[in-house]
């Protein structure tokens, strides 16, 4: 068999045909959800958003959330001198949605709250703490590098 022009031209639009039509069907394969479902409702209400967080940057004495691997426990600080103080902690997974956690704001005596991380995957957590106190609103997020248990 000899090798001539249009061998080759047809070999290569056939590869070229090939790899096109993987490539479409690679991309159906690939779960392209949004990050947010309600996304169009949470940018409508960003401002809303915007002086929550602007409220907390305000307070004299800040929320702090800090994480401790060696008890496997995420601890939310309040400031102590604002009392009565609800709202909600959601633990938000950017890779899979099907991890994120939601927890009521529930604080102990000394304007606390701990959360366990033992059954969390390892791996980058966003805690997002939407809390009121009074008629302010607040809202406070962190970054967080959970470790998986070993």
Known sequence: MKFNWGTG?????????GSLFYQVYKSTQYDNSLVAENYYEKDLAYQSMYDRKMNSLRLENPMSIEYYSEINSVEFLFPKDLKAITGKILFYRASDEKLDMEFPIQLNELNEMKISTENFKGGRWTAEVEWDSG???YFDKKILGIKSKP
């Open 9 to 17: 031209i047809f070999l290569f639009y056939t590869i070229f045909a």
């Open 135 to 137: 008629e302010k609103g």
